[in-house]
């Protein structure tokens, strides 16, 4: 059975990538995941705000949102950017497979210079999170959205390694905002990122984020854009967000995925439950008479499925009117 794929330009040997987590900072745990069957490792995020600190003068509040941020101090960071580079180099003398790099950031700026850095430690790709959430009412959608093709224009002229963009929901054209980013220099596309919620605690009064896994349900966002970009997007595609079992990963590959990226069910399970990603894919493959994943990668995109409407608005309208009291 054969399970390669080209995710990023790169050949991998199975689908199943481990996302970017605090894994990749044990060397000995990421070849333990290398071993059990990943494709290639993702490690954790370098934030612009580590590379760029922002100023801790405190500035005038922006209009609806509640004033400065305050970030992690340079300390607070698990990993400095130097031990970034490092552990980049160290995971390229233990692993065989891929190692992506990941930079988080949301504005232009002089971090972006950082890529460079990480392509001469090694890093097989660069996996570029624009994790914002934007409070400030006087910025538009379009201003957000140049903004990002500016960073991925900037990465990826600065380095010649695959960069890929990992993507939030929370886009008004979506679609059209991922052929930009192709357009503009990004490699793949990887949907999608997990936004942590706050919560209100009502005993204490306070808003409260805890870090949650995530849940099979999550997948469903996932596949439905999975579907609707595959036909329209010449680079490739990862999914991020729910994948716990082998079932989740071939929806995922029958949507156009060329990767499918896990964390939640490595953290809760451990590198093992690689083995029995791999088992059930090729129980899955045997059962159809696929013998590559070639054979039916996007077999249920929007343009390939039998019924496209199921993506599109009429669903929605369909799903409504079948629910009678
Ligand atoms: C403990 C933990 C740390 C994470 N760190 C990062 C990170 O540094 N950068 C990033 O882009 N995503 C990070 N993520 C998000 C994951 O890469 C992934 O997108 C998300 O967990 C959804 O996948 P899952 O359902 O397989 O967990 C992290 C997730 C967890 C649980």
Redesign the pocket.
């Known amino acids: 059975m054969n399970f390669a794929t080209r995710y990023l330009g790169l050949n991998l040997a199975s689908p199943f990538v481990v996302?970017?987590?605090?894994f990749c900072d044990n060397a000995h745990l990421a070849r333990k995941l290398q071993d059990a069957g990943a494709g290639a490792l993702v490690m954790?995020?370098l934030f612009e705000e580590q590379i760029d600190p922002p100023p801790r003068i405190a500035s005038p509040a922006m209009p609806g949102a509640g004033g400065p941020e305050e970030f992690p101090e340079y300390a607070d960071y698990q990993v400095s950017p130097d031990q970034y580079l490092r552990q980049v180099g160290h995971l390229k003398q233990v692993l065989t497979v891929p190692v992506i790099a990941?930079l988080?950031g949301q504005h232009p700026g002089n971090w972006t210079d950082f890529a460079l850095r990480l392509e001469r430690a090694g890093a097989d790709a660069i996996e570029l999170?624009f994790y914002r959430v934007v409070t400030d009412i006087t910025v538009a959608s379009d201003q957000i959205e140049a903004e990002m093709l500016d960073v991925v224009g900037r990465v990826a002229g600065a380095v010649r390694i695959p960069v890929a963009v990992?993507l939030s929901p929370y886009h008004t054209a979506l679609a059209q905002l991922a052929v930009a980013l192709e357009l503009a220099g990004a490699a793949g596309i990887v949907i999608f990122?997990?936004f942590y919620q706050p919560d209100i605690n009502v005993n204490d009064l306070e808003v409260q984020t805890h870090?949650r896994?995530?849940e099979p349900e999550e997948t469903l966002l996932r596949l439905r854009w999975l579907a609707i970009l595959s036909p329209h997007l010449r680079g490739t595609l990862a999914a991020?967000?729910?994948?716990h079992t082998a079932e989740d990963a071939v929806k995922a590959l029958l949507t156009g995925a060329h990767a499918v990226?896990?964390?939640?069910?490595l953290?809760k399970h451990g590198p093992a439950v690689l083995s029995s990603f791999l088992r059930g894919l090729e129980a899955w493959m045997r059962a159809h008479g696929y013998e590559s994943l070639d054979q039916f990668r996007g077999l249920l995109n929007l343009k390939t499925c039998k019924d496209p409407s199921q993506f599109e608005r009429a669903n929605y309208i369909r799903t409504l009117q079948s629910w009678k009291v």
């Open positions: 996302g970017a987590s605090p954790r995020s990941s988080n999170n990992k990122n997990r870090l896994l995530s991020t967000g729910g994948f990226q896990l964390v939640s069910v953290l």
